[in-house]
């Protein structure tokens, strides 16, 4: 919306609140249209596209928890695939074809090297990267068959906030991801942090992920609309990029970070390393600088101290609104 799009969301609220939405206004200035649907309801979906004319769409809804997806195998393809399908349809029903998928580093599961470049091998590990790898190929497909154009953007691990601490990740139950379980402790919502793992072949035996701010990613965005707005229309246009910063950090080096903006300690203690998780991956992030002139600007301690600024000043999360 700062970048002076017109934005129009659609969310059945499965893992959101529209709370969010009131929060993004008194940031920008700016109301979004909302509606409250699930897109695999057609009717609902197609009345959306009816109601304004759409140039792009970006393609963020979904299922999104590793472990959830290896219990509920069926819940997570019929949710990220139906979703998908119809929205693929119903963008073709009415001409729109430029679309933005999130998708995720997980495609590439546990690479044999780092970093990564989008050529590496596809190893899916579990249902929930399974559905990314299938919407990218169905993405593949349509745009060799139509004149849609698509990008996919492979996130490696969002965290932070957007600096205002009006909006931030507010997970359902215990968080699955690092971030939010150390802001959680550090609220004093949860005991202690258990960090899985300490015997990786990496710099101190923790696992290595490729932190990247929420808002350096989301600007990721605005450069693929851009990238895809600028090239003409042409058969076969998917393009893939890696949205990462380019650098790994470990578990402990994350603890370390936080701890100087926190001011105090945080108590973890490591446990035995978690079936699926892989020792070490981050990003070659050098396509998306050369070809949609984007690069994370944030630091790891920007990250530290967005997330903290979010959760003390939110200590539920939206609950508290
Ligand atoms: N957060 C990460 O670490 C990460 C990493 C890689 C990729 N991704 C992908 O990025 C996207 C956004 O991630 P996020 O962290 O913001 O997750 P999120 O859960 O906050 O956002 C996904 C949104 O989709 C909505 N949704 C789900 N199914 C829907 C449906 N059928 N109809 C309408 N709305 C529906 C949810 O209510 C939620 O608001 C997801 O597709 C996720 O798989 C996230």
Redesign the pocket.
């Known amino acids: 919306m700062q970048a002076d799009y017109d934005v129009i969301v ?7 609140v529209d709370t969010a939405l009131e929060r993004v206004k008194e940031i920008t200035g700016k109301t979004a249209f909302f509606y409250q ?4 309801d057609k009717a609902a979906l197609t009345e959306v596209f009816n109601q304004h004319p759409i140039d792009a769409v970006i393609h ?5 928890a590793v472990g959830e997806s290896c219990a509920e195998p069926l819940m997570y393809y019929q ?2 695939l ?2 998908s399908m119809i929205l693929f349809e119903v963008m073709q029903s009415f001409s729109v074809n430029k679309v933005v998928f ?5 495609v590439y599961g546990d690479p044999d090297t780092v970093p990564i470049t989008e050529d590496f091998p596809l190893r899916m590990m579990n249902p ?1 990267g399974r559905t ?1 790898y299938m919407v990218e190929e169905m993405l593949r497909d349509i745009t060799l068959a139509s004149n849609m154009q698509a990008v996919l953007l ?5 965290i932070g906030a957007h600096d205002s601490g009006l909006i931030g ?1 507010d997970p359902h139950g215990i968080p699955n ?1 690092l971030m939010p379980y150390i802001a959680q402790v550090a609220i004093g919502q949860r005991e202690k942090l258990s960090v899985f793992g300490g015997d990786y072949p990496t710099v101190d035996g923790t696992g290595v992920r490729d932190y990247i701010h929420v808002v350096d990613l989301a600007k990721g965005h605005v450069k693929a609309l851009e990238r895809i707005a600028e090239t003409e229309t042409k058969q076969g246009q998917c393009l893939t990029y890696n949205l990462g910063t380019g650098r790994g950090s470990s578990v402990i080096e994350v603890i370390n970070a936080f701890e100087k903006v926190y001011g105090d300690k945080i108590n973890y203690e490591i446990v035995e390393r978690r079936p699926g998780d892989v020792p070490e991956y981050f990003a070659n992030p050098q396509l998306a600088n050369e070809e949609m002139g984007w690069r994370a600007e944030k630091s790891l301690d920007d990250m530290m101290t967005d997330t903290w600024r979010w959760q003390s000043q939110n200590p539920n999360g939206y609950k508290d609104d």
């Open positions: 659609a969310d059945n609220l499965s893992n959101s649907i699930d897109i695999r963020m809804a979904g299922l999104k949710n990220n139906d979703a999130s998708s995720s580093a997980t929930y990314k492979r996130y490696f691990n969002p990740e991801n």
